[in-house]
């Protein structure tokens, strides 16, 4: 019966979490929620978690066999063989080293780094999510391998993974690329960083180039070994690490889909008044799945949406159909959408000038290999 000042938090896990700005009392409840323990010789997990009751998760939070693919009768035959390798017990697993476990929703979420938006007056919160698996495993470092793979996965396979195969498109390959770069361009990279990857200013010269030499042909290292002086050994500190994560992998089917049914992708709007959902749809489209008939399935998505005084929301974040799309705030119906060149991988931002309204987004396809890569912003003006 009266207003209070909150903050909302979502997670990348599908939890919105809300609490009384002043004081950061809990407006809904949030139980500890008892969690497996680790299998890891000398790991000791958490026992229990904070959940909130209110509102449900966004993302769905169990992986089931009955909720794989059914794309075609082939993938989800191949999904079904998969899935019996992996271990899916719900949120705050520990990583195995005898079976990959599911991090369902995955490990870009659930809610994403372009935040939500709100409705101050409605109190409605709008957060777009992603609905994927991934699964990660943990390995025992071993003491018998070569020091330049030993360094490369002390340094490099958190992201790129033990094989080097990466989880494109955000970890890319380091096998299998149609144009190599060359040695220079590699020790750059691993010195100084680039896009989202950091430096590594710490490597010492030598290590820096046995390290490219090795991301370049790890075959010819191992068999030319005795041709190069040997890197120095490992640290101290790396030596005393059992136990090395493999990687980022995406729990995709050999067509480049996600190996579990749609929707892929969805976009909430949340009564934060009640915690209960006002509406929920899938977000996001595969354009070749849409001419075969399969639409509607939501998609990975990147980026925030924007909500206006007179109701409606926009958003772009759709990775694979290039869209902006206006949805009206209070029902969801889509009330206009525009493909773009590229994908709108951003929060779109609204302004005036003299009078007149305007939108404009960040698009990009860095993220979408399927598409004719390039970025630009992309400005729209409602009529004079």
């Excluded at 640290?235 to 136990?243: K, L």
Aim: hydrophobic share 40%; proline share 9%; glycine share 10%.
């Amino acid at each position: 019966g009266h207003a209070i000042d909150a903050v909302a938090q979502t997670t990348k896990q599908g939890y919105v979490f809300l609490f009384d700005r002043e004081t950061g009392e809990p407006l809904f409840p949030i139980e500890e929620v008892s969690v497996p323990p680790s299998k890891i010789p000398g790991e000791r997990a958490a026992s229990t978690q904070p959940m909130p009751t209110m509102p449900k998760p966004f993302a769905r939070q169990l992986l089931t066999e009955d909720m794989l693919t059914t794309r075609t009768p082939e993938m989800n035959a191949w999904a079904r063989e998969q899935f019996s390798q992996f271990v899916s017990a719900g949120q705050f697993v520990p990583l195995r080293t005898d079976k990959a476990t599911v991090i369902f929703p995955g490990f870009d979420g659930g809610a994403e780094w372009g935040g939500s938006a709100v409705d101050p007056q409605r109190s409605i919160l709008y957060v777009n999510s992603n609905d994927l698996a991934w699964t990660g495993r943990l390995v025992a470092s071993a003491d018998d391998i070569g020091t330049e793979e030993s360094l490369y996965r002390a340094q490099c396979a958190v992201c790129h993974g033990i094989d080097l195969e990466g989880a494109p498109p955000d970890f890319p390959a380091l096998v299998g690329q149609a144009e190599i770069p060359s040695l220079d361009i590699i020790k750059d990279t691993i010195r100084n960083g680039k896009g989202r990857m950091p430096g590594f200013p710490a490597l010492t010269a030598q290590e820096v180039d046995r390290l490219a030499l090795f991301v370049m042909d790890p075959i010819v290292i191992e068999q030319d070994a005795d041709a190069h002086e040997p890197v120095s050994k490992p640290s101290t500190e790396d030596q005393a690490i059992a136990y090395r994560f493999t990687g980022y992998d995406r729990f995709f089917d050999p067509d480049g889909y996600p190996a579990v049914e749609p929707p892929w992708g969805t976009l909430n709007a949340i009564d934060m008044n009640t915690g209960e959902y006002v509406w929920q749809i899938p977000l996001g489209e595969h354009p070749e799945l849409v001419e075969q008939g399969l639409g509607n399935t939501g998609s990975e998505n990147y980026g925030g949406p924007v909500v206006t005084a007179t109701g409606l929301l926009f958003i772009g974040a759709t990775l694979f159909d290039q869209k902006l799309r206006a949805f009206d705030a209070t029902t969801g119906e889509l009330l206009w959408e525009h493909e773009m060149p590229y994908s709108g991988m951003a929060t779109p931002a609204i302004y005036m000038a003299d009078g007149r309204q305007y939108i404009v987004i960040g698009t990009s396809n860095a993220r979408n290999p399927k598409g004719q890569q390039g970025s630009a912003y992309i400005a729209f003006a409602l009529p004079d």
